[in-house]
């Protein structure tokens, strides 16, 4: 601990640091707001879940084209201006879906449009942001800054939610109105960032193939990753939050926020657990043991639970309980990967 507590200090009196830590956290902050704000409108459209899952895709879709091209975009450009630029672009999002909250426009096709924009400028964003901590403080800094970024972003993913459903319980334009404000903040702290180019080399495409050859020749690391992919996947079935909120719980928007604030506990308290009590490599759990629990961990906290309407604090444990599930299996195929790829070195 006194080893820590100087490297603490100094990183405070960092003002690369402070104006990165400043731009993660807001900027994480907002797309929790966001994710809220986006799910709970498009809902109230149409009140139809299949809009939702839509909203999904749409998000999705971006994540799975730009992977590559933005993970050589982080490498070849100056991150900083990649990432000013991609959080001004979920600003201007934010301002489009302002507009059509204020002009009542009911159009789905509209909507998932501006949900398009969100994905893209955060797909393209996310790659630069991760890598820039890297080239801001010392290698002997990297492990406590590591730590107090992502442990602050964890408590961001708790409240986010909650923030986002108290804004929407107000009113739907001020949850946006928020998120874009937090977005320009973000932007403008990546700004005060000294300019810091990516490799020289531009990153060849034969680098991508083998890259996802020695994946496809590898079944451990394969499966590892399906796994975690699967259990990510699945996990998305919380984007059908506020039709339980509104329909079978009736919570209110609040409530909502809680619900979604919820799997973000279960993880941190996974999380908590696992860093004192790492995983081994013989676990005494079998894979797929682990795939089972997850798939009943999301259909149960899906399944409408008798005699609790109107009742938010049992659905909240129930989503964070059995959310922690699906945070050890994720955390179990991230080990194994990295047990393969150490394996293969040695």
């Known amino acids: 601990m006194g080893e820590v507590s100087p490297k603490m200090r100094e990183l405070a009196r960092d003002r690369e640091f402070v104006a990165y830590f400043a731009a993660r956290q807001t900027a994480g902050l907002a797309y929790s707001v966001e994710t809220v704000a986006i799910g709970w409108q498009i809902y109230t459209l149409r009140h139809n879940p299949f809009d939702i899952g839509l909203v999904g895709l749409v998000l999705f879709v971006p994540q799975l084209l730009l992977a590559i091209p933005a993970g050589a975009m982080a490498d070849r450009f100056d991150r900083r201006i990649v990432c000013v630029g991609c959080t001004a672009g979920e600003m201007l999002a934010e301002l489009v879906f302002l507009g059509l909250v204020l002009e009542h426009v009911h159009s789905v096709a509209v ?50 939610p909650a923030v986002g459903g108290v804004l929407i319980a107000f009113s739907v334009p001020a949850a946006f109105v928020v998120a874009a404000v937090l977005y320009g903040l973000a932007s403008i702290a990546f700004g005060f960032l000294t300019p810091r180019r990516g490799d020289v080399e531009r990153p060849k495409l034969g680098s991508w193939i083998d890259g996802v050859r020695y994946i496809a020749g590898h079944p451990v690391i394969l499966g590892a990753i399906s796994l975690d992919l699967f259990a990510v996947l699945f996990g998305g079935a919380t984007a059908l939050l506020p039709v339980y909120a509104t329909t079978i719980l009736r ?62 604090g049992k659905p909240v444990c129930i989503s964070a309980g059995f959310n922690s599930q699906a945070m050890f299996a994720k955390m179990t195929a991230g080990s194994l990967r990295l047990w393969s790829a150490a394996d293969r070195l040695t």
């Open 251 to 312: 919570i209110g928007p609040i409530g909502f926020g809680a619900l979604r604030s919820a799997p973000a506990v279960g993880a941190a308290a996974v999380a908590l657990y696992l860093a004192r009590r790492p995983i081994v490599r013989r676990a005494p759990v079998p894979s797929s043991a682990l795939v089972e629990a997850t798939g009943f961990a999301m259909s149960a906290k899906l399944t409408p639970q008798v005699g609790i309407k109107g009742d938010t």
């Open 111 to 160: 909507n998932l449009a501006a949900v398009a924009l969100v994905g893209i400028a955060h797909s393209l964003g996310t790659p630069a942001e991760r890598a820039l901590l890297a080239g801001i403080v010392r290698s002997e800094k990297f492990a406590p800054a590591q730590a107090i970024t992502t442990s602050a972003m964890q408590v961001v993913t708790i409240a986010g």
